[in-house]
């Protein structure tokens, strides 16, 4: 089992920038595929990045490249998505996923989830 737990979510003007973090627990994620999801009102959840722990490797949805980064910390098993240039359009519950495996791009091929933590961009 792999516990997630986020952090770092907020309030923040368009344009302003916010870390969110997620530290995982429960067993060793080296051979892990991290992710982040987003959720916003209405929508369906939506894939924003996935990483391969062991490599670092990392894929990107469009509306985000350029703009997140997503980063691991081995000694913390914490990884991190630093969110810059904030849309309205960015607002959404963000959702921490790991699976074993390659990088999936859909919700139902992660088996662990966190809690969530909400984002919102004012304009």
């Known amino acids: 089992q792999v516990q997630l737990v986020e952090s770092g979510g907020g309030l923040v003007q368009a344009g302003g920038s916010l870390r969110l973090s997620c530290a995982a627990s429960g067993r060793t994620v080296s051979y892990y595929v991290m992710a982040w999801f987003r959720q916003a009102p209405g929508k369906e959840r939506e894939f924003v990045v996935a990483?391969?722990?062991?490599?670092?490797?990392?894929d990107y949805s469009d509306s985000v490249k350029g703009r997140f980064t997503i980063s691991r910390d081995n000694a913390k098993n914490t990884v991190y998505l630093q969110m810059n240039s904030l849309k309205r359009e960015d607002t959404a519950v963000y959702y921490c996923a790991a699976r074993y495996g390659g990088r999936m791009y859909g919700p139902q091929e992660y088996r662990y989830w966190g809690q969530g933590t909400q984002v919102t961009v004012s304009s």
């Open positions: 990483i391969n722990w062991s490599s670092g490797t990392a």
